[in-house]
């Protein structure tokens, strides 16, 4: 049986009415955090003086991306539940925008771990470093980083299907990419990888701090402090974003089993991360 008719068959099982409640509950999730940062990105552009600022210069693009990954996801939820079968010459990209977006958020607040560094520890060439058009530099080399494991990915995709699989119709979700078992792990091995990269950063990043805190005084000290507790948000809200780590695996006995429950599973992991996003 193919991927389309098992997707298809999964879905017309499903309860009707069970389908319109767990849409009704995605809208009820998203909508509150997609109001929520564009909210705060507005705000944000109203006030010219935090142009010039780079961490609420890198804030806002992880607003965009969040606000932007809730659309897509969304979108998908959406078609999957009304049974919408979509081109898969329309699927292939979307999917892998949206997965590009999902590792925006996480490498863009490394880059905000990483300025907030050089802030306290080398605050003489803080201003050197994080000049306007640098930050801009880092944020567009963090969004580079964030779509290249889509792009590996759409490479081992063109290079294993026949180009007979890409005139077909499908559901819009990551894994119609993934189409060899090896692939899928490989895909996991490198969620744990890019896990440890972003937890060694945030380790080495807080630890100094730390050590400059303790030997700082008066203002220094406040500031030295307060780095510290914006350091913890950030460890707590890449901790959340790293447990992707386990996504790979759980996505992919949760689609045997019900591929409506996964859709679900996935929008709660991103309104987990939406809602850290919003206390920042």
Known sequence: ????????????????????LTTAL?????????????????????????????RYVLFSQTLLADSALFLMTDFAVITIHVHLLLPLAFCIPFVALLHGLTFASPTLITV???????AICFPLQHVNVFTP???????????????????????????????????????CYYEILLVAQWHMKMRGNLFILNCLVILLILFFCYVAINRVARRASGEDKQA?????????????????????VLCPYIEAQI????????????????????????RH
């Not at 098992?6 to 319109?20: A, E, F, H, S, Y």
């Not at 929520?36 to 010219?48: S, W």
């Open 224 to 244: 030295a402090s307060k780095g510290q507790r914006t350091m913890l948000l950030h460890l707590l809200q890449l901790f959340l974003c790293t447990l992707e």
């Open 26 to 54: 995605v809208q009820i999730l998203v909508w509150p955090f997609i109001s929520i940062n564009l909210f705060m990105y507005f705000t944000y552009r109203k006030k010219p003086a935090l142009w010039a600022e780079p």
């Open 133 to 171: 058009g640098r930050t801009v530099f880092f944020s567009v080399v963090a969004w580079f980083l964030s779509y290249m494991r889509p792009f590996v990915d759409l490479c081992i995709f063109f290079s294993t299907v026949s180009k007979s699989y890409l005139n077909g119709l499908n559901f």
């Open 1 to 20: 049986m193919s991927e389309n008719s098992t997707n298809q068959k999964i879905l017309k099982g499903n309860d009707p009415i069970r389908l319109i």
């Open 112 to 118: 905000m771990c990483l300025e907030r560094y050089v």
């Open 255 to 278: 689609m045997k089993i019900d591929l409506d429950m996964y859709i679900i599973t996935v929008q709660r992991e991103q309104n987990r991360n939406g809602l850290l996003q919003a």
